[in-house]
């Protein structure tokens, strides 16, 4: 397959997934990137904001906990509609007028819903194409999400020339328009996965606690196999040391004093270094690395490149702009291939399920990471630093031993009256 020709030759799911992208990942790239210090600005403290993204993640974990039951009744294309209507459209509005604690609360509380989004888009954009394309595809998703910082540094022009607060309340409020239209394009272009409209039919009849015991239950016979159970602690370790990194604007602006146009070229070197890495990085590896493999040196990656911004003084745009194509390289690849490996390895009819399953251990892990952020933050800013590269040296760990093989034919756990045997390492 020719590397231009990728996305046209993909499942008509995947092409217009990766083509609506941009109208998110422009302005919500941006919006994500100057959160904190937007709140700040606004006149928050410092563990105002964690307490708020940990509000944030604990009631993600209340919805993470029905995301796999939800996407299975409601089907991929519907619940990705509506629930990204209620995690980004609607919050960006509520965001671009928030003057309080109160109303950044309320529009993060209704941001919670995403984790409904995040096992039901995934799963519509990967489901009904073959394994083989599915890590470059949850790639090129993240390329477009991470290409959109190369527009970040205008937002730092327009900040410097009409100050902070002004500008993102407008990056807001136009974002919130970006993301409906976005929304309303893949619904109309999309079409329901083969496995969702068998999951409609199979759990129409299904009360939600049932299928949040199911949930649990999958996790724990995952739990039992080593393969498995060291990919899920990749998993939550990795997700984590991601969630930690919500300082870095405010760090590069307010500890280092970088200008707001030097900060603003991060995520915009970052999007170059994605690019060339689904680019060329992928398609180098594919067929002559495992993606196991990949997942592991990635991991090994990103540790490194934290540990070299432990050292970073100001006035030192060198080692800013290494330290940021490590850190963005390495996750991205983590992030591509580690999520098609848990999204391929198991059955298909636990596919959802034991996805949501997976992210909901997550969640729970996850809860105190903002106020913790924060509070480690407001004490030695680069102790916060130190402990995501720490994360990443862990999850690089979970990944060496034995070689990690899945049966991604049979189920975790068997149907009754059948013979099935569960997937073993």
Same mark, same amino acid.
């Given at each position: 397959m020719k590397r231009r020709s990728f996305v046209a030759n993909l499942h008509r799911n995947a092409r217009y997934c990766i083509y609506t992208e941009p109208f998110w990942a422009i302005f919500g790239t941006a919006a994500l990137y100057y959160a904190t210090l937007y709140m700040q600005s606004v006149g928050l403290s410092t563990v105002a904001i964690g307490a708020i993204l940990s509000a944030n993640l604990y009631v993600a974990f209340m919805f993470q906990l029905v995301a796999g039951a939800v996407?299975?009744?409601?089907?991929?294309?519907?619940?990705?509609?509506?629930?990204?209507?209620?995690? #980004?459209?609607?919050?960006?509005? /509520?965001? =671009?007028?928030?003057?309080?604690? #109160?109303?950044?609360?309320? @529009?993060?509380?209704?941001?919670?819903?995403?984790?409904? &989004?995040? &096992?039901?888009? #995934?799963?519509l954009a990967t489901e009904d194409s073959p394994e083989k394309d599915r890590p470059r595809i949850f790639a090129a998703i993240k390329v477009v999400i991470m290409f959109a910082g190369l527009l970040v540094p205008i937002v730092g022009f327009f900040m410097d020339r009409y100050g902070t607060v002004p500008t993102l309340r407008m990056l807001f409020f136009i974002g919130g328009l970006a993301m409906l239209l976005h929304n309303c394009l893949r619904h109309h272009y999309t079409v329901e996965t083969q496995a969702g409209v068998e999951a409609m039919d199979r759990h129409a009849g299904t009360r939600m606690l049932r299928s949040v015991l199911d949930s649990g239950k999958l996790l724990w016979a995952a739990g039992r196999h080593t393969a498995l159970r060291r990919l899920i602690f990749m998993y939550m370790l990795s997700f984590v040391a991601f969630q930690l990194n919500i300082f870095l604007a405010v760090y590069l602006t307010k500890s280092l004093e970088y200008s707001a146009v030097v900060v603003g070229t991060v995520p915009a070197v970052g999007a170059v270094t994605a690019l060339f890495s689904y680019a060329v990085v992928m398609p180098w590896a594919a067929g002559r690395v495992p993606e196991g493999a990949m997942a592991r040196w990635s991991l090994v990656t990103s540790c490194a490149g934290w540990l070299l911004f432990l050292a970073l003084g100001p006035d030192n745009p060198a080692?800013?702009?290494?330290?940021?194509?490590?850190?963005?390289?390495?996750?991205?690849?983590?992030?591509?291939?580690?999520?098609?490996? &848990? /999204?391929?390895?198991?059955?298909?009819?636990?596919?959802?399920?034991?996805?949501? =399953?997976?992210?909901?251990?997550?969640?729970?892990?996850?809860?105190?990471? @903002?106020?913790?952020?924060?509070?480690?933050?407001?004490?030695?800013?680069?102790?916060?630093?130190?402990?995501? =590269?720490?994360?990443?040296?862990?999850? =690089?760990?979970?990944?060496?031993?034995?070689?990690?093989?899945?049966?991604?034919?049979?189920?975790?756990?068997?149907?009754?009256?059948?013979?099935?045997?569960?997937?073993?390492?």
């Open positions: 996407t299975d009744r409601m089907g991929r294309r519907r619940a990705t509609f509506w629930f990204d209507v209620t995690s #980004w459209v609607i919050p960006m509005f /509520v965001w =671009a007028f928030s003057n309080n604690s #109160w109303m950044f609360l309320l @529009g993060y509380l209704l941001n919670a819903s995403s984790k409904i &989004v995040n &096992v039901s888009f #995934w799963l080692l800013l702009f290494v330290c940021t194509v490590l850190t963005s390289a390495g996750p991205l690849l983590v992030e591509s291939y580690r999520d098609a490996i &848990v /999204v391929g390895c198991v059955h298909p009819e636990e596919r959802a399920t034991f996805f949501a =399953a997976v992210q909901t251990f997550t969640a729970v892990v996850s809860i105190p990471t @903002g106020y913790l952020a924060a509070v480690i933050f407001q004490s030695r800013p680069l102790m916060l630093f130190g402990a995501i =590269a720490t994360l990443y040296a862990v999850a =690089a760990m979970c990944t060496f031993g034995r070689h990690l093989s899945y049966q991604a034919d049979v189920r975790l756990i068997p149907r009754r009256g059948r013979p099935d045997t569960v997937a073993t390492t």
